[in-house]
């Protein structure tokens, strides 16, 4: 095809519009990243139960600082969108579902923020 | 066509522009931007602007079309930041406002203005084994491949590819990835892993997978929303995901029952 023309290797000058299932996979990759960070901290708080009571509610007494309860939120609305994000993807790679990519993606955002107010609401 | 997947595009305008309109067409060339200015005319399509900017305007003007109806698959480029083929797109349809801008397709090297390299494109075609395998041994008798068998449904929904590229261009794991192997070329694999006949699954199913094969997919789903064939490669990808992984399900459980050597143990 390149009927001898040495062709200029520039793979990567154009950029593509952005699109909703770029901001999906972006998305899930960010609240998955928050979630692996997480988890250290969470077993960390776990571990402070082996060392009596007290040591857990002392350890407990940190969630009740805005900055926490605010963390805490994002980190169950980052639960929320990586588990439908994820969902989204096992129903497209296992049922070939069509989708209207924009409003589902949409519709995931939507749901975890839903979540997340719930949670707030729920009296966290 | 069997194509699971809609024809795009439902909601662009067609409505032509009025008579005497002008249209402004950007073209990346040398680096930068050269413009241009061409009347509207009903009907127009993206390639017949670069034609008439070509025939009439500036000789020197690089670009590859051949059968102007869609069949083909060698004139599409990137118009106003998406790919697509040229011959098939009107400008009323894309236009924004009175301006066009044209680019080479991403991902591809250029040779020349809108022209581009499809060398890549080929090959990994044929690094993902896109050709059909027919064994050592010919086949004794005709293969007999009922229409609505799940199989031949599956090489259906993706065999009309023509090779166009759009798929390529839109994929943002070959620009994060430059050895990944592609939509197109995915697809091709996926339409030969249905074909009961090839004799070639073993090795297609390992070329197709790791760093550069289909587990690295992110489903974004531009191909398949960019398709102007409005085929699905993003189903024909998690078709291999689920493929090699049964593969690799077999290879692990062979291995655990009959052990390394392929005896049973005792």
Redesign the interface.
């Known amino acids: 095809m390149s009927a001898g023309t040495r062709a200029s290797p520039l793979p990567r000058r154009v950029a593509a519009r952005p699109h909703a299932g770029f901001a999906a996979a972006l998305l899930h990759r960010l609240s998955g990243i928050a979630l692996a960070l997480f988890l250290p901290m969470h077993f960390i708080a776990l571990g402070t139960a082996l060392q009596g009571a007290d040591r857990l509610e002392s350890f407990l007494g940190l969630t009740h600082n805005g900055f926490v309860r605010t963390a805490e939120w994002g980190l169950v609305s980052a639960l929320a969108l990586h588990m439908v994000l994820g969902l989204r993807v096992l129903a497209l790679e296992w049922f070939a579902t069509a989708e209207r990519t924009a409003l589902i993606v949409s519709t995931c955002v939507a749901t975890a923020l839903a979540v997340g107010l719930l949670f707030l609401l729920g009296g966290a | 066509m069997n194509a ?3 024809a795009p595009s439902p909601t662009e305008s067609t409505v032509d522009a009025a008579p005497g309109a002008m249209l402004t067409v950007r073209i ?1 060339r040398d680096g930068g931007f050269q413009a241009f200015t061409v009347a509207r005319r009903p009907a127009q399509t993206v390639l017949d602007v670069v034609t008439e900017i070509q025939r009439e305007q500036d000789p020197t003007l690089a670009y590859r079309f051949a059968c102007r109806v869609g069949m083909c698959g060698s004139c599409a480029m ?1 118009v106003n ?2 790919p697509r083929w040229t011959c098939r797109t009107r400008v009323a349809a894309v236009a924004e406002g009175d301006g066009l801008t044209l ?2 397709l ?7 203005d809108l022209a ?4 890549p494109f ?1 090959a990994k075609w044929t690094a993902a084994h896109g050709a059909f395998e027919p064994g050592a041994v010919p086949a004794d008798d005709f293969a007999v491949v009922a229409p609505e068998s799940p199989e031949r449904r599956a090489v259906d929904a993706g065999i009309e590819c023509i090779n166009c590229g759009v798929c390529y ?2 994929c ?1 794991v070959v ?1 994060w990835n ?1 050895d990944y192997l592609g939509p197109a070329a995915l697809n091709r694999a996926w339409t030969l892993v249905n074909d009961v006949r090839d004799r070639g699954q073993d090795a297609r199913l390992a070329a197709v997978s790791g760093d550069a094969g289909c587990q690295s997919c ?5 191909c398949t ?1 960019h398709c102007p064939k409005a085929l ?1 490669p ?2 024909a990808i ?2 291999l ?2 493929a090699t992984a049964r593969a690799a399900l077999k290879r692990f459980g062979a291995q655990a029952f009959r052990g390394p050597s392929g005896r049973r143990p005792s």
Do not use: I, Q, W
Request: a positive charge; zero cysteines; aromatic letters at 8%.
């Open positions: 699971p997947f809609p990346r990137m930041g998406r680019e080479p991403r991902n591809l090297p250029v040779v020349k581009v390299d499809m060398e080929f261009a839109a943002d620009a430059p992110h489903t974004h789903m531009s929303e699905a993003t189903f998690a078709g995901k689920r």
